[in-house]
């Protein structure tokens, strides 16, 4: 495992040994998933069902080079260029309420980083009445105030990121520096929890 030097010997085993669940890798789940990787996580399960398409380039943590490639498999090899020693489950799925647990079986937390808002009741209601931790995003889309973008506990086991007004459906641009504000909002609940912090 590579060394992150700014971490207590303690941290370091917490973050390495918790497995991380992301459902969606687009511009939240990838853009999580390099953050958490670059803090000392190392598990992951990332889902997804899509290709890197042009229009991702602007916000998910793709390449042009990479465009018509599964995401999952995009992200695996993009992940590895920070920290060769990753044990990432990929699958290259459509998350539904019949395959959803399953997939994210073991998990210490779940990470929603779904476009859709049926697909994001969906994971919370697969969730959160487990009283399995989730980590999810809405209102995030757009320019500007980037100071509404707030992390918030809500219950015992959900955090919730976003202004929870700025949403794509109300004519809202997906842009990258909102939806990376998001993402690194999201990663830090992450670790945050894996750690014990206050959020």
């Given amino acids: 495992m590579g060394a992150n ?3 207590t ?5 917490i973050l390495e040994s918790a497995k991380i669940g992301i459902a969606g890798a687009g511009g939240l789940g990838s853009n999580v998933a390099a953050l958490l990787v670059r803090a000392g996580v190392r598990r992951f399960v990332v889902a997804d069902f899509d290709t890197v398409a042009e229009s991702n380039l602007n916000r998910q943590f793709f390449f042009r080079r990479q465009i018509g490639e599964k995401k999952v498999a995009a992200l695996a090899h993009n992940l590895r260029l920070i920290e060769p020693d990753l044990e990432l489950d990929l699958r290259d799925i459509r998350l539904a309420a019949d395959n959803i647990a399953e997939v994210f079986d073991g998990c210490d937390v779940i990470v929603e980083a779904m476009d859709a808002a ?3 009741e969906m994971l919370l209601n697969a969730f959160l009445p487990a009283g399995r931790r989730v980590v999810s995003a809405a ?5 500007g105030r980037s100071n509404d973008i707030r992390t918030r506990k809500v219950g015992r086991n959900l955090v919730l990121v976003g202004d929870q007004t700025r949403d ?5 641009a997906p842009v990258g520096v909102r939806v990376e504000i998001a993402a690194a909002h999201e990663a830090n609940a992450v670790a945050s929890l894996l750690l014990g912090e206050e959020l």
């Fill in 139 to 143: 209102g995030l889309a757009g320019w």
């Fill in 168 to 172: 794509v459906r109300d004519g809202f």
């Fill in 5 to 7: 030097t700014y971490l």
């Fill in 118 to 120: 049926e697909s994001k």
């Fill in 9 to 13: 010997e303690h941290e370091r085993k």
